[in-house]
């Protein structure tokens, strides 16, 4: 990973820290949308709206251009599939976690089969 690619990846975890910042993210799937119609679900101005959408375009995540005299903000979701590419790494990393966990727990419970199968008929019975 290179020195750009680790800084992008930061600017990107760090935009989506905030779930406003996610709220906003998720709404810009439906669309492009201007200041207004993202801070109308919120109980911020619309002042902190714009503060939060320069972090995402800062971290790539939208772009913002003018539609006559609005000013619209665009989902750019390509960060994300970096993000998502560097996370499953780790996914794999717990999956093989995981299934050395299985196998010794499987291993461990071999012993107490052998022993359940290898008790005397009578013990068993007086056990049930």
Known sequence: MTASTS???SAVFGALADP???AILQRLREGDANV??????FD???PAISRHLKVLEQAGLITRSRRATAR???LEAEPLRTATQ?????????QESHDR?????ARLREPAAETNATEP???KESQS
Do not use: K, N
């Not at 207004?36 to 679900?41: G, R, Y």
């Not at 966990?101 to 727990?105: S, T």
């Open 36 to 41: 207004a119609e993202l801070a109308a679900p």
């Open 7 to 9: 800084d992008q990846l």
């Open 101 to 105: 966990l299985d196998e010794l727990l």
């Open 72 to 74: 619209l903000s665009h």
């Open 20 to 22: 406003t910042r996610r």
């Open 86 to 94: 560097w996370l499953v790494g780790y996914r794999e990393y717990w």
């Open 121 to 123: 008929q009578s013990r």
């Open 44 to 46: 911020v101005s619309q």
